[in-house]
């Protein structure tokens, strides 16, 4: 390109816009456009709250902690739930049915390789996971009860939550969606990704980055809590719970442990009281239950016991 080529390209268009479409007056020559281009598209331009990499910058997480905080609480707010049951469990504890069919397959690979220990180990596993899918039916009729009082007019403010994953949290939502009622899903971000399950309504399914803010949002509508066996994520929540409680910073609530076999050899309340790291008082904040009706019952007399008007 000649010089008087390059000249003409970088004079003003008629209507006082540069080629490039920035605006032209002040721009004598052709590097000045370049290095305003290189302005307008550098990160330090961008609008704080178009930009992404600050956004997601670890000096801006006091803003993002605000953010997600904020976002649930309108979103909860806007759908009417006021008054949340919380149901947490394993992840790994399936339906009955196919429960029935990873115990078939295993129950096959380990008859046709007797010497295998590895396969005898996976075969007593898949027996357990047969036994325990039958927490999947409670929760899942336990839900059911829940939606179905919501449905009905009896309790319209009470929506079961969970952390939308799979497994009992799975049950639960699924239990709530049969009885044609909406259901909450508080979803988390991990490493190793975890979709939400597909019964949770889709516009009340949130998705967190921290845990903390999920935490927060369980409790601050939960009317009860109730536990079904579980891992360390179901001990975090239970015992949270029961510290936020037993230390005064929540009005109690219902806790029912759902299992008591189960949760009596996980959890040893009396070896703590007979240790002297809880009082005697504190074997009553929860209770066990065995079946969905106990589980519903339990919670409407508790209810009835404190005048509270969720159970009127």
Same mark, same amino acid.
């Given at each position: ?10 004079r ?30 550098? @990160?330090?331009?961008?609008? %704080?709250?178009?930009?992404?990499h +600050?956004? *997601?910058? !670890? /000096?801006?997480? $006091? ?102 994953? @799979?497994?009992?949290?799975? %049950?639960?939502?699924?239990?709530? +969606?049969? *009885?044609? !009622? /909406?259901?909450? $899903?508080?979803n ?17 399914c949130l ?44 009005k ?8 008591e ?7 040893d ?44």
């Amino acid at each position: 390109m000649s010089a008087s080529d390059e000249e003409r390209n970088s004079r003003p268009e008629p209507d006082g816009r540069a080629p490039s479409g920035l605006p032209a007056p002040h721009i004598p020559d052709l590097a000045a456009a370049k290095r305003l281009q290189a302005i307008l598209s550098s @990160p330090s331009y961008r609008k %704080a709250d178009e930009d992404v990499h +600050f956004l *997601a910058s !670890a /000096e801006a997480r $006091g803003p993002r902690l605000d953010l997600e905080y904020l976002k649930a609480e309108l979103l909860l707010r806007r759908h009417g739930v006021t008054d949340t049951i919380v149901v947490f469990g394993s992840t790994r504890i399936v339906e009955p049915a196919l429960a029935e069919s990873r115990l078939a397959e295993s129950q096959a690979l380990a008859t046709a390789n007797p010497e295998d220990a590895t396969l005898a180990r996976r075969l007593a596993a898949a027996k357990r996971a047969r036994e325990n899918s039958r927490y999947y039916q409670i929760a899942r009729e336990f839900g059911g009860l829940v939606g179905a009082a919501r449905e009905s007019g009896d309790q319209p403010r009470l929506a079961i939550v969970t952390g939308g994953g @799979p497994g009992i949290m799975e %049950a639960a939502n699924r239990g709530a +969606f049969e *009885a044609g !009622a /909406e259901t909450v $899903g508080l979803n988390i971000t991990l490493p190793h990704e975890q979709l939400p399950n597909s019964y949770v309504t889709p516009s009340l399914c949130l998705r967190f980055r921290y845990f903390a803010l999920r935490k927060l949002h369980f409790m601050l509508r939960a009317r009860a809590l109730v536990a079904f066996p579980g891992g360390f994520g179901t001990f975090d929540e239970l015992f949270e719970t029961l510290t936020l409680v037993q230390t005064g910073k929540v009005k109690p609530i219902p806790i029912i442990l759902v299992g008591e076999n189960y949760w009596r050899r996980a959890f040893d309340v009396d070896f703590l009281v007979e240790e002297g790291v809880i009082d005697a008082q504190d074997r009553h904040l929860f209770r066990y239950a065995e079946s969905a009706p106990d589980i519903w019952a339990e919670i409407r007399r508790w209810g009835e016991r404190k005048e509270d008007l969720l159970f009127e």
